[in-house]
């Protein structure tokens, strides 16, 4: 089988999955947006998939996202979120690629972001990345400073809050991973409840290949997958995740 056969294969797989957790719960797979991550995919991977229709990406890297995309930045139906942890002196970087950043995660980088994107005149899509699991090896604002920094980033021009975005914790456990779901989503019912996000119009993305099915049971409408659909990578996901690692 041949490369472009391999991914729509896998593609149809992941739809397959997620119509079979959805219907575990009794929710509409269509409420499910499927973002591919495709950290370290060359494009000629990505390209077979945006040929099938799929043009929500996301990135972790930015020179490497930058050096993918560079000549396509104007690819109007191309949606490209990074996923990444964002250092403050990348921020003019990410700014000359996302059209969403999922891992606002601190008061100081929203700061930036704003006074970047007021100085240029335009607005961005950001979700609040909550570590749920707590662990110091992952980044993201702890649970309880979630909905403080969403009400500061409420009143900033430049950003517009759209969502939360966790990772779950990389367990065989699954009670310890849908513990972490289960704790975005109940961060996201407080922050409908405080008008910090809209109840018909939120993001929860949580969810890759390994654990999708738990997220979308606890909430998740939009799952981000890479490994499942492009293959292995040389490092497993931890690496991406990793504080103590050089993640840019």
Same mark, same amino acid.
């Given at each position: 089988?041949? +490369? ?34 495709? $950290? ?20 972790? @890297? ?5 050096? @993918? ?25 990410? +700014? ?15 700061? @930036? ?24 090896? $992952? ?48 961060? $996201? ?22 654990? +999708? ?18 293959? @292995? ?16």
């Amino acid at each position: 089988m041949d +490369l472009e056969s391999d991914i729509q294969m896998n593609l149809q797989n992941i739809q397959e999955r997620i119509q079979r957790a959805c219907l575990q719960v009794g929710r509409d797979p269509a409420e499910i947006r499927l973002l591919l991550a495709t $950290k370290t995919v060359p494009l000629s991977k990505i390209d077979i998939a945006i040929q099938e229709g799929y043009a929500l990406l996301g990135e972790n @890297k930015v020179q490497e996202a930058l050096a @993918k995309f560079g000549s396509r930045l104007n690819d109007a139906h191309i949606e490209r979120h990074f996923i990444g942890h964002v250092q403050t002196n990348k921020v003019n970087q990410v +700014l000359r690629f996302a059209t969403c950043i999922q891992s606002v995660d601190r008061l100081k980088l929203a700061q @930036k972001l704003d006074n970047r994107l007021r100085n240029e005149g335009r607005t961005l899509d950001v979700y609040v990345q909550v570590n749920t699991s707590q662990e110091e090896s $992952k980044f993201g604002i702890i649970p309880d400073r979630a909905l403080s920094l969403m009400e500061a980033i409420n009143g900033m021009e430049g950003l517009h809050l759209k969502g939360l975005m966790t990772i779950g914790l990389f367990s065989r456990d699954a009670d310890k991973v849908r513990a972490c779901f289960q704790t975005l989503r109940m961060l $996201k019912d407080e922050a409908v409840y405080a008008h910090l996000l809209d109840e018909e119009n939120y993001v929860l993305s949580m969810g890759m290949s390994h654990d +999708l099915e738990i997220a979308i049971e606890e909430g998740a409408n939009l799952i981000r997958v890479g490994t499942a659909i492009f293959g @292995k990578r040389k490092y497993d996901d931890t690496y991406y995740w990793n504080e103590n690692l050089d993640v840019q």
